[in-house]
């Protein structure tokens, strides 16, 4: 669905609350609080009234909860970031629907963010690559060390032809890659390609799997028949000209929710239905307040 399209079909309240009934209750609206379907709308109010007397609208308990922005702004927001293959930052986002303050944006991308994340993720199977890469921070001094000591690690894991997925991670070490693996891959995973780094022997034998390949990237090797890693690191790819070219500054508290982002629209490139499949898990999707999400992680 192109942009215009979407603005002309859903620019009014009345309209988008009608795909949101739809997409949340599919089978006929339910009571939050009882399950019954013995509902009425009450035009005025725009909201449901259950038979136990409980009122609740469409957006009530998920991530619209609470907002004064139009919904017909959420829905344009909704787009763009759907739509944007390397993301769009909240100051673009504020610009582009003139939204009035920038905390307002930030925190309205951060809820579709959190939305992106509900989801079920099957585990991978066929021919599966396995990498991880560092971001962020600024080098200093010489040495591998003194490059990656103050950068945050991203563990990749991508099927062929299939999805991927992304983890903010405290290390690459191969125990820390072997539990990774051990909850994504399948048992029966036809293979899995690595490079030869160290942590990724220790942890495919610590992770059981049996069936690995390896690139011998130490010796300047990256294609060897079908033995690579260029499947994954395309997406690791990916995601740097998203940090550096759209988000610029993001930081490490909330990178796991950029990864959760740029994983869910990458897994669903190939969607007609992007658009409508996100606005199915924001209405589906527990809420996020403003001070959870700004909370200071204690365990960090």
Known sequence: ????????????????????????????????????????????????????????????????????????????ATYLLCEAKKGMSALQIKRTLGIGGYKTAWYLCHRIRHAMAQTDKPMLDGKVELDATYVGGINKGKGRICRVDNKEVVIGIRKRNG????????????????????????QDVEVIFTDDASANEAAIRKSGMKNHKTITHSKGVYVMGDIHTNTVESAFSLLKRGIMGTWHRLSAKHLAAYLEEMEFRFNRRNRSDLFLDTLRHMVTAPVLTFKKLTKVNEAA
């Open 1 to 76: 669905m192109a942009l215009l399209a979407m603005l002309k079909k859903y620019s009014t309240d009345e309209k988008c609350r009608e795909i949101l009934t739809k997409l949340r209750w599919p089978e006929g609206v339910r009571c939050p609080r009882c399950k019954e379907n013995a509902v009425c709308y009450l035009v005025d109010r725009k909201q449901f009234e259950c038979s136990c007397g409980y009122q609740f609208s469409v957006t009530s308990g998920t991530v619209f909860n609470d907002s004064h922005l139009p919904l017909e702004t959420w829905f344009a």
């Open 163 to 186: 999805d991927l997925r992304f983890f903010h991670s405290r290390d690459a070490k191969g125990g820390t890659l072997a539990r990774y693996i051990r909850e994504n891959v399948s």
